[in-house]
């Protein structure tokens, strides 16, 4: 007769296996297991080494969890900015080149470092968080100067620098490396903790500026960036932080860039766009995913002398005409129910209301209608085909 095995024979077979291999034995795996009547476990071992002659029950660091013991976890939602950004959820900023990724983030972690209690008067920060920074593009220089600044217009700021750190090798503050190297993960993590013993407190926010840096394969590949993500949220994990990813949008589309495993991988997804020319220093943000909360509405941001952010109402950041032309493309996208399933329909609708005689003068006016928080575009997958829908926002809906 064959007596079925229990979870503690199958996690000793195991075990048993790994140690025949030779005088010192190195492993990590995962093995699900019955434990107990209609549960099942999770049986994890991170990276160990052991003599041969010890017994695999002496083993310390397999945790046992299953689906009752995460039933039963008290699980607060904690926002690092709330309405934009919560623990354990990774976000990712993207935009073309020049707009202001970079600089958006050292706002962000001047304003969690100072502990203000509103970021833009928009969004509250419930207590003060240290940010690590993971970047190749900004010099030492360049951070000073852009400090130096923010905090002549607004001093408050200057509170917050001493929580915000900058991975590198002597001196420098920019660094790249791929985040599938071994050897480049334990720095970030050695760092990470020198950091947090300096600090006397643990890392929130840690910041990779720009993806590309911190990869080694094609970001058009989906196998290889999903792996990068992946690590990228396994190293953050171990830190206690949670992950921010900076990234490029496609030129002329204004959409992420790359392989669709980014948009995945990512809870929130934020999007900047200057509002018209290049040479403007208005900005729309615009939440385009998000996963696990509500969805913020698009709002305009003006970058000021002195490189703060300030806050711009949809009156005050286009001309009488401009403004007008929006409000006429989201009274037609209103007329088919406010939503548009491909940009040919919303073009033709729009031509409809407003007798336009040029395909591509509507589409300028839906672009602009975008860009400044009328509307709603949202990109999607259709076969082999990307394609881009159309919506109100929720208040104007």
């Not at 990724?101 to 203000?116: R, T």
């Not at 589409?363 to 109100?392: C, M, P, T």
Request: glycine letters at 8%; hydrophobic letters at 35%; charged letters at 25%.
């Amino acid at each position: 007769m064959t007596t079925r095995p229990t979870a503690k024979n199958w996690c000793a077979s195991w075990l048993g296996l790994a140690y025949s291999t030779g005088g010192r034995c190195c492993f990590a795996g995962i093995l699900i297991v019955r434990h107990g009547p209609g549960a099942w476990a999770v049986i994890r071992s991170h990276k160990m080494e052991q003599d041969q002659d010890r017994k695999p029950d002496a083993v310390s660091q397999i945790e046992i969890v299953t689906l009752e013991d995460v039933y039963r976890d008290e699980i607060e939602d904690a926002p690092i900015i709330d309405g934009l950004h919560y623990e354990g959820e990774a976000l990712v900023i993207h935009a073309d080149g020049g707009v202001g990724k970079s600089l958006i983030s050292q706002d962000i972690a001047m304003h969690l470092g100072a502990g203000a209690p509103k970021i833009w008067g928009l969004f509250g920060i419930p207590k003060a968080r240290l940010s690590l920074f993971v970047q190749s593009e900004n010099s030492r220089r360049a951070l000073q100067t852009r400090a130096k600044k923010k905090i002549v217009g607004d001093s408050k700021l200057g509170c917050g620098i001493g929580k915000i750190f900058f991975c590198g090798y002597s001196g420098s503050v920019q660094m790249a490396g791929a985040i599938s190297d071994k050897k480049f993960r334990q720095y970030l993590l050695d760092y990470a903790k020198a950091v947090e013993d300096r600090a006397g407190e643990k890392i929130g926010n840690m910041v990779f500026d720009p993806l590309i840096s911190f990869s080694d394969g094609d970001e058009n590949d989906n196998a290889k960036m999903r792996r990068t993500l992946d690590l990228i949220t396994e190293t953050a994990g171990k830190i206690g932080a949670t992950p921010t990813v900076l990234h490029h949008s496609n030129k002329g589309s204004g959409e992420l860039r790359g392989a669709s495993a980014i948009q995945n991988w990512a809870r929130t997804i934020i999007k900047l766009e200057h509002i018209e020319a290049k040479s403007d220093r208005r900005i729309m943000v615009t939440n385009t995913k998000n996963n696990n909360h509500e969805f913020f509405k698009p709002f305009a941001l003006e970058l000021d002398e002195n490189l703060n952010f300030r806050h711009r109402k949809q009156s005050e950041i286009l001309s009488p005409k401009k403004a007008e032309q929006c409000m006429a493309v989201a009274d037609a996208l209103r007329k088919i129910s406010g939503r548009a399933e491909t940009q040919d329909a919303l073009i033709e609708q729009y031509r409809e209301c407003s007798a336009l005689k040029s395909d591509s003068a509507a589409q300028d006016h839906i672009n602009l209608a975008v860009k400044a928080g009328y509307i709603l575009s949202e990109g999607y997958r259709a076969g082999k085909l990307n394609k881009k829908r159309y919506l109100l926002p929720k208040e104007n809906g």
